[in-house]
């Protein structure tokens, strides 16, 4: 069964408006959350890393004011596209890694700006 | 040098025939490896992970690491048109904590 569950699976909005995604951890505490995107395409590319209880760690070149995360429990990340424009639009996937497992991945979000 | 190196493809292999997918890697002290699976629109799945020098076999796949050579590689026995998607080499870096993945590797199974 999934493991990990992201909603919403696809999102069309207008540029200028935010637009919120939620991780969740099924089975398991997740202290660590990963969020990539991907452009049509083209490979995975890490965003971000969160840390329940604590701030996030992004990439070189994320825009942490625009991209927020919240880890606010064990089980939940989420992540604000704010003021999205056309070319956020992409393809937004989180993953939870716990112990020495692999990484699961929730089953992405579509994301589309007009 | 890029973390992970993989051959982008596209690899075309007939029906039945066994594919084989290669990847190289930059980590040394890496011990975790894995082989995910992604269907074009959909996010990754996790199909090998492999920790030790040798072969490992589930199914159809067999997946191979050599630590000294820094390289794994993915075996598909018995292709099936259901195996076209793009391949996804990674590995878990225990010093960056996190996890590296390669470009991808496009296999198309023809029928």
């Known amino acids: 069964g999934a493991v990990v569950s992201q909603h919403p699976s696809r999102v069309i909005c207008k540029s200028g408006t935010s637009v919120k995604i939620e991780c969740r951890s099924l089975?398991?505490?997740?202290?660590?959350m990963f969020w990539y995107r991907q452009f049509p395409k083209q490979s995975l590319m890490l965003m971000a890393t969160s840390n329940e209880g604590s701030k996030a760690t992004y990439e070189q070149g994320v825009e942490k004011d625009k991209f927020l995360i919240n880890h606010a429990s064990l089980t939940l990340s989420t992540l604000t596209v704010t003021s999205a424009h056309p070319e956020d639009s992409s393809f937004y996937i989180c993953?939870?890694?716990?112990?020495?497992?692999?990484?699961?991945f929730g089953n992405g979000t579509r994301l589309t700006v007009t | 040098q890029k973390e992970v190196e993989q051959n982008s493809g596209p690899l075309s292999v007939p029906e039945g025939a066994i594919a084989s997918l290669n990847c190289t890697y930059s980590?040394?002290?890496?011990?975790?490896f894995f082989w995910y699976r992604q269907y074009s629109g959909k996010s990754p799945e996790l199909i090998m992970s492999i920790y030790s020098n040798g072969d490992k076999e589930d199914g159809r796949f067999t997946a191979q690491l050599n630590k000294a050579s820094q390289y794994v590689s993915l075996l598909i026995r018995d292709s099936q048109p259901s195996d076209s998607a793009t391949y996804l080499c990674?590995?878990?870096?225990?010093?960056?904590?996190?996890?590296?993945f390669g470009t991808g590797t496009s296999l198309t199974v023809i029928p």
């Open positions: 990674a590995f878990f870096s225990n010093t960056g904590n996190q996890f590296y």
């Open positions: 993953s939870v890694k716990t112990g020495d497992s692999p990484l699961h």
């Open positions: 980590d040394r002290g890496s011990q975790s």
């Open positions: 089975d398991f505490q997740a202290t660590t």
